[in-house]
């Protein structure tokens, strides 16, 4: 059985910075495509960072440069690392894994940022 809990969200001013963790249970992170996603209220839930199990990432262009996902094969843990935020991003993130064609989301942590 899958389960990804993340952690790491709270309230932070604009140009703050924040880290999420996922933490993996059931899996191995490095044999999975690991994502982020986020859902701001009254929108679609959107993909922020991809990292496929080969180590290559991906990221929607509104966080290029300022976000980095990355993971700890050892501690089966997987990171959002998230600089200069702005009020827009502001949601509940997401973590999702994809492995042997079967798909798990977290239950989301809050990530609110001031103006």
């Known amino acids: 059985q899958v389960q990804l809990v993340e952690s790491g969200g709270g309230l932070v001013q604009a140009g703050g910075s924040l880290r999420l963790s996922c933490a993996a249970s059931?899996?191995?992170?490095?044999?999975?495509?690991m994502a982020w996603h986020r859902q701001a209220p009254g929108k679609q839930r959107e993909w922020v960072a991809v990292?496929?199990?080969?180590?290559?990432?991906t990221y929607t262009d509104s966080v290029k440069g300022r976000f980095t996902i990355s993971r700890d094969n050892a501690k089966n843990l997987v990171y959002l690392q998230m600089n200069s935020l702005k009020p827009e991003d502001t949601a509940v993130y997401y973590c999702?894994?994809?492995?042997?064609?079967?798909?798990?989301w977290g239950q989301g942590t809050q990530v609110t940022v001031s103006s």
């Open positions: 999702f894994s994809v492995i042997w064609g079967a798909s798990n």
């Open positions: 059931g899996i191995t992170i490095s044999d999975a495509a």
């Open positions: 990292m496929s199990s080969g180590g290559s990432t």
